[in-house]
């Protein structure tokens, strides 16, 4: 099944042209176009949608107000004509942004991400190789590859996904809730800071464990824990 899109900018071009980027990918149906965001959002309380293609800076509601208004928000790809824009803390959870003029190469990539997300939603389990997870950060979805992950190191109300040769990423989100997205048999705490993936594991000694490139402590909450899949 397609994923069933909707647009709502208050510029005709703008529409028009998601619209025919949209006519391009056989995984998308464009359902409707709005180019006022009252419209838009009266539609969208009464259709199901999946992907939602929402300008920022309109002159009846904002973008953002509207995508916070609403009560099931699909996956939501905003657009703006502005290099800068205040966000002003209020986690939008957005799959992408598009600045305006929009390319077909970087809306392709945004369409990517949110035909990747959906089928993830659908079904987490079915990961593979290409194992992965979505996580929120600098107000987009961000796709981390569980392979690539060293460790997860929590700083207070976020958590630091540290990664080989990659910058880190900073997510919005308690450790604990972070262990719920990560496969159990793969990923254990070892401390009220830190999750580990045990593939890259070197040595346990002495209540640390020896990952490639740092030493992490194991809390002795966790240390019975530890022995356990040591085994």
């Known amino acids: 099944m397609p994923l069933k899109c909707v647009a709502i900018d208050d510029e005709p071009l703008a529409t028009e042209l ?4 949209v006519s391009r990918f056989p995984d998308l149906v464009m359902l409707q176009t709005f180019e006022d965001a009252i419209s838009g959002a009266e539609y969208l309380q009464k259709t199901a949608v ?24 699909p996956m939501i790809i905003f657009t703006t004509a502005y290099r800068q824009f205040a966000f002003e803390g209020f986690e939008l959870e957005a799959i992408d942004y598009l600045l305006k003029p929009i390319d077909f190469e970087r809306f392709s990539k945004a369409v990517g991400k949110a035909i990747d997300y959906h089928r993830y939603l659908n079904n ?16 987009r979805m961000i796709k981390i590859m569980l392979s690539a992950i060293e460790y997860l190191e929590s700083m207070e109300d976020y958590v630091k996904i540290h990664l080989e ?8 989100m308690p450790l604990k809730k972070m262990m719920e997205k990560l ?8 401390h009220r800071s830190f999750i580990i993936p045990i593939k890259k594991v070197k040595s346990v000694q002495n209540r640390k464990v020896q990952l490639s490139t740092i030493e992490l402590p194991i809390s002795s909450s966790y240390v019975e824990e530890v022995k356990e899949w040591l085994k």
């Open 18 to 21: 998601i619209r025919t980027y």
């Open 50 to 73: 999946d992907l939602l293609f929402l300008d920022i800076n309109m002159p009846d509601v904002s973008g953002i107000d509207l995508a916070r208004a609403l009560d099931k928000k």
């Open 124 to 139: 987490p389990q079915s990961l593979g190789e290409d194992e992965h997870i979505y996580v929120h950060s600098e107000y």
């Open 165 to 172: 040769n990659l910058p880190p990423v900073l997510t919005l």
């Open 183 to 190: 496969p159990a048999q793969e990923f254990k705490r070892i």
